[in-house]
């Protein structure tokens, strides 16, 4: 297992529902956790709720320059040894509601929005992937030559996109694309990578628009079982698992209770 005591962990869009949950399972199991995120306000709040050296960084996932600054606090606080990557992102500039290759008035997406959102969901997260296993392989290895783990977010959509995802589909299918052949280049340095492709959870971009209750009434009775929203938690839950679980490598774990579109 990757033993976080006295080690640091990295979140991206860890001010996030998602983000907030895995910080606080990896603070639990002695991680000094960096908050990479912009929202000040929560990241701020939550940096002070996980103690044990955790702190928030203003970052930008679009600039290569500000992931540095987040990789760089992680190392400044202790060895890097988990990197989480849950961030989202600001919508293309131009773009409203569902991202139809071809809307209903006859207009075809913009290719500048389709690109943005594979910056956003992919080149992001191996810009992310690729300076956080950089800096573990600095690391002494730990038992069984483990030096880190970087797990990435799909998406059930990276494998069943409904109307209006062509792109987000395409950047969350690529980060399932990418994982095996990662996990391979990093294997002879010690460094695992998983990715978890979540269903249907309750986090802030349904929270922010409706009560839990509407939530759960309209999104709920679609999950086969439980039939309910998945909790963020039981994403962290998972995150930390793989954390602990040295042969879970190179693979994408569907968390959706069976849904399926």
Do not use: C
Not at 8 to 24: E, I, P, Q, W
Not at 62 to 75: G, K, M, P, Q, Y
Not at 241 to 250: A, C, H, K, S, T
């Amino acid at each position: 297992m990757v033993d976080l005591t006295n080690g640091s962990a990295l979140v991206t869009g860890g001010a996030g529902g998602f983000g907030s949950a895995t910080a606080r399972r990896l603070a639990q199991r002695g991680a000094k956790v960096v908050i990479a995120d912009v929202h000040e306000e929560r990241g701020q709040a939550l940096a002070k709720e996980l103690g044990n050296g955790s702190v928030f960084v203003h970052t930008d996932i679009l600039d290569e320059n500000s992931i540095a600054n987040a990789v760089a606090t992680a190392v400044g606080l202790a060895p890097l040894r988990a990197a989480v990557v849950v961030h989202g992102g600001p919508p293309a500039p131009g773009s409203s509601g569902p991202q139809r290759t071809v809307n209903r008035e006859g207009k075809r997406l913009p290719l500048s929005q389709f690109a943005h959102t594979v910056n956003i969901y992919l080149n992001s997260a191996f810009a992310v992937t690729s300076q956080a296993a950089e800096a573990m392989a600095a690391n002494e290895p730990q038992a069984s030559n483990q030096r880190g783990v970087v797990i990435n977010t799909a998406s059930i959509a990276g494998y069943e996109g409904q109307p209006g995802q062509a792109a987000y589909s395409a950047a969350k299918g690529g980060i399932i694309g990418m994982t095996l052949t990662i996990a391979r280049d990093l294997a002879p340095l010690g460094i695992r990578a998983v990715a978890i492709a979540p269903g249907t959870f309750l986090t802030l971009a349904y929270s922010s628009r409706m009560t839990d209750e509407q939530a759960q009434a309209h999104w709920g009775p679609m999950v086969p079982n439980p039939k309910r929203m998945g909790d963020p938690d039981e994403y962290a839950l998972l995150a930390a698992q793989i954390v602990e679980n040295d042969f879970l490598n190179g693979t994408t774990i569907r968390l959706d209770g069976a849904q399926r579109f």
